[in-house]
Structure formats: structure tokens, C-alpha cells
């Protein structure tokens, strides 16, 4: 697309007439714009081709593309590594310009809710992390009831993207989902009520650290040090004896976020006495973050 700037204008000086002339080659811009994003494949185009390019990806590869579509880094760190262009259709042009604009229209949301029943790990996640681009409250609604799914894959990717949604009206659903039959769901659903950080989720993830499970346990760690609570200290000092690394590990660092001095102590004693080596240096790292 020209720019303003390219086209020439003749001076005029007289009353409001250079703002009508301006104004004018505005008008003539946009026309010329929404002529060449006629020509653009649209959302559901790009979400197919997308989904398609990362298909079958191993899950190192799969999470790189996840970080680049919230905007971590640019797609050309991912794009050789998937080989995109050479694995979809050259007209509909490449797709990552695509994947880092902000929004994406409503519309992709049924495509985006089978995306997160898929057969493949890889579509599931990066599925739920695009309902996170979606403008509007679409997106949210639909993956509120796939919770209710009967494949607990779904509901894993469900809550995953109610994370990436950030919307507040995903904590009561995803409340619910900390006592799903299925482990991967509750730690899920702790990620993602971390995720969107409200105070309303506090008690409940307080709660949820008794999980029998150790994933979830750990999941709600760092849930618990994304809400930034004084409350959930002493909680989190607690974890740091749980018997699974990965819980302790992620206490932490829920502590040092955190960064109040009443968890010196306890990370103190972690520093010196725990077992694992990437434990002390979370609890060292942490102790440097108090204030």
C-alpha cells in the first residue's frame, strides 16, 4: 500500500481547505486498504493454514511457536524450524504476519473450539492460545463449555485457554475444574486461574495445594505467586517441604515473586537444607528478591 506521504499534493493555503484535501487522500488510502485485505486470506483461512504448519511438531518446537504467538519473539525464529512455507499453500501467503497481529475476529471461534478436541497436542494447545487473541467474549463462553467436555484433553485445552484469555469470567468455571477427576485438568485449571491473576482465586488455590497429585500441586505454586497474595506466605512455606521437587522448585519462586521478607526464613532453611540443586538456587534466587 502507498503511503500519504508518496502522493503528491499541492500546497494549499487557504482556510480549512488543506484539512479537506488531507482528509480527502485519508479517504482514498482506506479505500485502497480494504481492497488489498479483500484479497488477504481471512481468519478462518489463517487458522487452518496455522494449525496445519504445526501439526505433528515435537513439543519443544510446539511450545517455541506458542511463546511467538504471545509475542515473545518474532515468527522467523520459528518459521525455519517448522519449514511453513514449504508445507502450505504459497498464495494464501505466509503466516507469520498472520500470527503476530493482536486480534483475530469472533468468527474463528467454532474452528478454534475443534481445534482444542483435536486429535494432535500440538493443535490443542496453540488452538487455546489463539482464543486468547480473540476480540470480544466468544471465545470465553465457548471454552466454558467445552470444560464440560467429555474428553478430559479438551478440558485441559479448555482451561489452558481460559488462561490465555485472561477474562475474569473464566475464574467460576475454572474454580469448578480444581476438583476434575483428571490431574492434567486441575493443573490446568490452577495455571490458568494464575494466568488471569484475580484475588477471587486465592481460597480455592489455597486449597487446591493439598492436591493428591504432584503436578497440580506444583501448578497452584505458581498460580499462588502470580496473584502476588501476603496470604498465601504461609501456604507456600508449607510447600516448600512437599516430597516432589518440581512443588518445592516452583514455592520458591512463588516466594521470591512475591517478595515479602516473612518468607527469609523458610527460604533460608530451603537454601541450606534441600536436596535438589535447582531447588536451592530457586530459593537462593528468591531470597535475593525479597524486600
Excluded: Y
Excluded at 488510502?29 to 494449525?51: C, M, W, Y
Excluded at 489463539?130 to 466454558?144: H, K, M
Excluded at 488455590?205 to 498460580?223: G, T
Excluded at 538456587?281 to 524486600?291: D, F, I, Q, S
Amino acid at each position: 500500500m502507498s503511503s500519504i506521504a508518496a502522493i503528491p499534493v499541492r500546497r494549499v493555503v487557504v482556510g480549512t481547505v488543506p484539512v479537506l484535501v488531507l482528509a480527502g487522500l485519508v479517504a482514498v488510502e482506506a479505500g485502497r486498504a480494504r481492497r488489498a485485505d479483500a484479497q488477504q486470506p481471512g481468519d478462518s483461512t489463517r487458522v487452518a493454514q496455522f494449525l496445519a504448519s504445526v501439526r505433528g511438531t515435537p513439543a519443544l518446537t510446539c511450545d517455541l511457536a506458542g511463546q511467538a504467538l504471545e509475542g515473545r519473539f518474532g515468527w522467523s525464529r520459528v518459521e525455519p524450524v517448522l519449514e511453513v512455507l514449504r508445507r502450505t499453500d504459497q498464495t494464501s501467503g505466509a503466516p507469520g504476519t498472520w500470527v503476530n497481529r493482536t486480534l483475530v475476529g469472533a468468527g474463528i471461534v467454532p474452528q478454534l473450539r475443534a481445534a482444542i478436541g483435536d486429535h494432535d497436542p500440538c493443535v490443542r494447545q496453540l488452538a487455546a492460545r489463539l482464543f486468547g487473541r480473540v476480540d470480544g467474549t466468544e471465545g470465553v463462553d465457548a471454552l466454558r463449555a467445552a470444560l464440560g467436555d467429555g474428553s478430559s484433553e479438551t478440558r485441559s485445552a479448555a482451561a489452558l485457554g481460559l488462561g490465555f484469555a485472561g477474562h475474569q469470567r473464566g475464574i467460576t468455571p475454572l474454580v469448578q475444574a480444581l476438583r476434575d477427576s483428571v490431574a492434567e485438568v486441575r493443573a490446568a485449571s490452577a495455571w490458568a486461574l494464575g494466568r488471569i491473576g484475580h484475588a477471587g482465586a486465592l481460597q480455592p488455590l489455597l486449597a487446591a495445594i493439598e492436591d493428591p497429585a504432584p503436578q497440580v500441586r506444583a501448578s497452584v505454586a505458581w498460580a499462588l505467586g502470580e496473584l502476588e497474595r501476603i496470604e498465601a506466605i504461609a501456604t507456600l512455606a508449607g510447600a516448600l517441604d512437599d516430597r516432589a521437587a518440581a512443588v518445592r522448585l516452583n514455592a520458591s519462586w512463588a516466594l521470591g515473586h512475591i517478595g515479602h521478607a516473612a518468607a527469609t526464613e523458610p527460604l533460608t532453611s530451603t537454601l541450606r537444607d534441600d536436596a535438589d540443586p535447582d531447588v536451592r538456587k530457586a530459593a537462593a534466587w528468591a531470597l535475593g528478591n525479597l524486600k
